[in-house]
């Protein structure tokens, strides 16, 4: 089974430690006083992941597109959001009598990267990109406490919410890119 998510201590460690680094300089970017550790493990989840930190702290498999974590506000809870590169659903690519011959295009492929076409791209070609979007539940039950402030070993926790973070969310996304295949 390949991995959905990884963390690239390598290159943190040959940058002193960016990753730490970046949530020192991000600190508006957390919430205080909270019991529960989602509001804080979703901001430590987006300090560690593009756009917010490019290449991030976690990176992920090429089909996946984008993942981010929410807090439920029905119960507070902690789910997240994954969206992948899908193939066609069977129903398109069985026939292609909905093609008329108008070249469609799908996913494009940049160094191994699946891309947005860009504006110039649209202007000329039809594109017809699958994916699917998963919205999964995350377990809360290893994730630090939400530190009481500023000065509460706020990277050390941060690290430790995206460890499990990416754990569980390895646990949960990767076994559908294996059935997905390539």
Not at 36 to 53: E, G, K
Not at 61 to 75: F, M, Q
Not at 132 to 147: Q, R, W
Request: aromatic share 10%; net charge negative; charged share 30%.
């Amino acid at each position: 089974m390949g991995k959905a998510f990884w963390i690239d201590q390598e290159f943190d460690r040959d940058r002193d430690g960016r990753y730490a680094v970046h949530v020192r300089k991000n600190l508006e970017e957390f919430e205080w006083g909270d019991i529960a550790p989602v509001r804080f493990a979703c901001a430590a989840w987006r300090l560690a992941t593009p756009p917010a930190l490019t290449p991030g702290y976690v990176r992920w498999d090429r089909r996946v597109l984008d993942a981010t974590c929410h807090r439920n506000t029905w119960d507070g809870s902690l789910y997240a959001r994954v969206r992948v590169v899908s193939p066609l659903p069977e129903e398109l690519t069985r026939s292609r009598a909905w093609w008329r011959d108008r070249g469609w295009l799908g996913w494009q492929e940049t160094f191994g990267q699946y891309v947005e076409p860009s504006q110039q791209d649209l202007a000329r070609h039809p594109f017809l990109r699958a994916s699917l979007l998963l919205e999964v539940p995350v377990p809360l039950d290893d994730l630090p406490a939400e530190p009481e402030g500023p000065h509460d070993e706020v990277e050390q926790r941060a690290h430790r919410a995206v460890v499990v973070l990416t754990r569980e969310l390895n646990a949960l996304v990767s076994p559908v890119l294996d059935q997905l295949g390539g």
